[in-house]
């Protein structure tokens, strides 16, 4: 063995010290050398509400941007994983149980999909301070009304494309009017196309539905998230000819009118193959 092959094998069994950055005369870590900032997570909340996606918007009641609509969300504690803030925002704000879609079985109730969607930190995105935001997405069936929290002065569930300003809103609405708080739109539109490309190739699209559906209700999600419309029997037979997509639940309903439909909920596949491809609009 050579010198050199000796001196790699001595260095792959030897433990770290700190001390030993002294020894090569590195600087000791100083935290005051760097600029104190802040974490907080955003949640971009998407249900389908009237056969229409809908986000929920909190109006904050403290500056900045007092009196402006914004997503909802919150700073990290300090013994806080990102994930269990995004958990603890999202049953805040709408008294929703984040569950893992990974897991076997959701939680029952009041359940929602929850998980990461980007991270956002320009340095002038809140007039505050320095913030980074590690946004969420949250899908859930049909909710009731919100209850607003926090820094909100109320909460209320509006049309995405009103929001982003891909609608006219109603003259008697209530809702957002003009751009959102912070960088709010653009999380939001980041939100929502993640959500519309992964219900093309993913079973996501039944976390907008209640435990156990018809066929025709997991149709008019598809035409909520991607705003478009589908024809009814060529949609019938994908989902029911994709392996693990759906399963029967051994029941029908007459809930949406006309004859009884049946009704299935969702099967053990994640991945949609083939997938649902999104029509070109």
Same mark, same amino acid.
């Given at each position: 063995?050579?010198?050199?092959?000796?001196?790699?094998?001595?260095?792959?069994?030897?433990?770290?010290?700190?001390?030993?950055?002294?020894?090569?005369?590195?600087?000791?870590?100083?935290?005051?050398?760097?600029?104190?900032?802040?974490?907080?997570?955003?949640?971009?909340?998407?249900?389908?509400?009237?056969?229409?996606?809908?986000?929920?918007?909190?109006?904050?009641?403290?500056?900045?941007?007092?009196?402006?609509?914004?997503?909802?969300?919150?700073?990290?504690? $300090?013994?806080?994983?990102? /994930?269990?803030? &995004?958990?603890? =925002?999202? #049953?805040?704000?709408? +008294?929703?149980?984040?569950? *893992? @879609?990974?897991? $076997?079985?959701?939680?029952? /109730?009041?359940? &929602?999909?929850? =998980?990461? #969607?980007?991270?956002? +930190?320009?340095?002038?995105? *809140? @007039?505050?301070?320095?913030?980074?935001?590690?946004?969420?997405? &949250?899908?859930?069936?049909? #909710?009731?009304?919100?209850?607003?929290?926090?820094?909100?002065?109320?909460?209320?569930?509006?049309?995405?494309?009103?929001?982003?300003?891909?609608?006219?809103?109603?003259?008697?609405?209530?809702?957002?009017?003009?751009?959102?708080?912070?960088?709010?739109?653009?999380?939001?539109?980041?939100?929502?196309?993640?959500?519309?490309?992964?219900?093309?190739?993913?079973?996501?699209?039944?976390?907008?539905?209640?435990?156990?559906?018809?066929?025709?209700?997991?149709?008019?999600?598809?035409?909520?998230?991607?705003?478009?419309?589908?024809?009814?029997?060529?949609?019938?037979?994908?989902?029911?000819?994709?392996?693990?997509?759906?399963?029967?639940?051994?029941?029908?309903?007459?809930?949406?009118?006309?004859?009884?439909?049946?009704?299935?909920?969702?099967?053990?596949?994640?991945?949609?193959?083939?997938?649902?491809?999104?029509?070109?609009?």
């Amino acid at each position: 063995m050579t010198r050199r092959e000796s001196d790699a094998v001595a260095d792959a069994g030897r433990v770290y010290r700190q001390e030993d950055d002294y020894d090569h005369r590195m600087p000791p870590y100083d935290p005051s050398a760097f600029p104190p900032f802040a974490v907080t997570v955003d949640l971009v909340v998407l249900t389908v509400r009237r056969h229409a996606l809908c986000t929920l918007v909190v109006r904050r009641g403290e500056p900045p941007f007092q009196g402006s609509w914004a997503l909802p969300g919150g700073f990290v504690r $300090a013994d806080e994983d990102l /994930g269990v803030a &995004a958990a603890r =925002e999202l #049953l805040e704000e709408t +008294g929703l149980t984040a569950y *893992d @879609p990974a897991a $076997a079985e959701p939680v029952p /109730g009041n359940g &929602a999909h929850l =998980e990461q #969607l980007a991270t956002y +930190g320009a340095p002038d995105r *809140d @007039p505050r301070m320095r913030v980074v935001s590690v946004a969420h997405l &949250a899908l859930a069936p049909d #909710l009731p009304a919100p209850r607003a929290g926090g820094d909100a002065n109320s909460a209320r569930w509006a049309p995405v494309e009103e929001v982003l300003g891909q609608r006219k809103a109603e003259d008697d609405d209530d809702g957002p009017s003009g751009e959102l708080a912070f960088d709010h739109a653009r999380i939001l539109a980041d939100g929502v196309e993640r959500a519309r490309s992964k219900i093309e190739y993913s079973s996501l699209a039944t976390a907008f539905c209640p435990p156990e559906f018809t066929v025709g209700e997991l149709r008019r999600v598809y035409e909520a998230v991607w705003g478009v419309s589908l024809d009814p029997r060529n949609f019938h037979r994908k989902v029911t000819g994709t392996p693990g997509f759906l399963v029967p639940a051994g029941g029908t309903t007459t809930r949406q009118g006309g004859r009884p439909a049946q009704l299935f909920r969702a099967g053990g596949a994640t991945l949609l193959n083939p997938p649902m491809l999104r029509p070109e609009v």
